[in-house]
């Protein structure tokens, strides 16, 4: 079974975990050291080496700083797609800051590389029961797709109980294909999360293999993983404070190239608009 891989393109300082415990805010990144090119570049040269295509979701902020590179991941072959224009948290915007940052992002993007987006993520899967709402402005702004809501429990981002698999919600502006993150029912009441990220860097290998497996065989269920260009970056400054957020963010980054390796190597991988074609 074809599973969705799945890379955020987004700068070490971006990280909700790294802009709420750093003090860093927009109006600083321009005079930090960007290391987002490099490092997904090492993303690019991971997937030719094992002949995989994903889909990229973009910061629009680095799509306005670095065309080339979005020229690149798509002269690769990989599908592009849009992760918003600030990384700002979907539940703390209002609907026409969600619609403004929206468009910029989309513009930036089709700007660098004459492609339009046509699927979405939220930055930390913030899509959740208090913003639904933005399902409609996606529609709006032109998206077919959007991978924003994580079906778990979790501070930050997350509902509990959401369907798992792929499916199509309408909205007012029209259809949208939800394709929620990997995640694993264990029980009636216990779902637990396998998305890639954090989970494959800081869990063992065989804990998110396993998860796959057991989705792909026992649910008949393609899962969607996720990673980010500063995950095998181990070199980055560390910004986050806290031991919880510094935790979140830097434990693992040494292993987690090896670690992809392996699962691209492991389990087949495509795009998302390739696993989920149509509305
Ligand atoms: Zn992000």
Redesign the pocket.
Known sequence: MKNIISV?V?DYF??SEVQGSSGVSPSDWDTLPSRVEDATRRCLDLMARTRTHGTFFILGWVASRYPGLVREIAAAGHEIAC?SFL?QLVYDLSPQQFREDTRQAADAISNACGIAPRAYRA??YSITKRSMWALEILVECGFTHDSSIYPIVHDRYGIPGYPRNAHAITTPSGPIIEVPVAAVKLSESRTTPVGGGGYLRLLPYAYTAAGIRRLNHRDQMPACIYF?PWEIDPHQPRLASGAIARLRTYLGLGSMERKLERLLGEFEFSTLAQVHSAV
């Open positions: 955020d987004e971006h990280p992760h990384h930055p930390s980010h």
